[in-house]
């Protein structure tokens, strides 16, 4: 049995500067308690799409809390950079044909 979760899909960033896209470099694909972030989402399973300007699902295949994985990025993004901004959204398709979408807030759209 699998339990795999699609997500179809980019967020565009908004403004992204060098520093932005190293520490996004940093962050995405990161384990956040490991590195001594205090969130309750331990992982980020997003990456950065080609060119750079894009935020993608880094194709884990038990990715699950997209929305709260986002909500801990744009956290950590905005302590550097206050006016961190992400738009677009990922389009989820879970393991029971269920689908919805997370927007670049962080918030589950039906």
Request: net charge negative.
């Amino acid at each position: 049995m699998s339990y795999q979760v699609d997500y179809e899909g980019q967020l565009k960033i908004i403004n992204p500067s060098v520093k932005v896209i190293a520490k996004l470099q940093m962050l995405c694909g990161a384990d956040l308690w490991e590195m001594g972030y205090d969130t309750d989402c331990r992982y980020l399973d997003l990456e950065l799409a080609e060119g750079m300007e894009h935020l993608k699902h880094d194709g884990s295949e038990k990715s699950y809390e997209m929305g709260q994985q986002i909500q801990a990025l744009l956290t950590e993004m905005r302590k550097d950079f206050p006016e961190f901004k992400l738009e677009g959204c990922l389009e989820v398709e879970d393991e029971f044909g269920g689908s919805y979408k997370v927007g670049g807030d962080g918030e589950k759209e039906f």
